[in-house]
Nanobody, 125 residues
Framework: QVQAVESGGGLVQAGGSLRLTCRTSGRTFSSYDMGWFRQAPGKEREFVAAIRWSGAVTYYRDSVKGRFAISRDNAKNTVYLQMNSLKPEDTAVYSC??????????????????WGQGTQVTVSS
């Protein structure tokens, strides 16, 4: 079992920055991939970014490339999402997820096994 808890969300003006943190406990953090997803009201959950277990490979959705950066600290069982140049369309509940199986990275929510409760990010125009 893996427990994940997000923090760092809040209200920010367009152009601002936030850093989300996801702390996990339970199984060996360094052995599984981590992802960030978001869901806006009335919309489906969508992939934001993912990082392989080693931290060597990362993936992003096109709309956040160059603005967001995912990273991890395996010694602290923590994954981060640095969000810069935020836009109103980035407003959503952001959740981290752990993927304990699979040989390649994934952007599909169904491939992830454990989820945090989410943290709200609101970007005002």
């Amino acid at each position: 079992q893996v427990q994940a808890v997000e923090s760092g969300g809040g209200l920010v003006q367009a152009g601002g920055s936030l850093r989300l943190t996801c702390r996990t406990s339970g199984r060996t953090f360094s052995s599984y991939d981590m992802g960030w997803f978001r869901q806006a009201p009335g919309k489906e959950r969508e992939f934001v970014a993912a990082i392989r277990w080693s931290g060597a490979v990362t993936y992003y959705r096109d709309s956040v490339k160059g603005r967001f950066a995912i990273s991890r600290d395996n010694a602290k069982n923590t994954v981060y999402l640095q969000m810069n140049s935020l836009k109103p369309e980035d407003t959503a509940v952001y959740s981290c997820a752990a993927r304990t199986r699979g040989l390649t990275g994934s952007s599909r929510p169904g491939d992830y096994d454990y989820w945090g409760q989410g943290t709200q990010v609101t970007v005002s125009s």
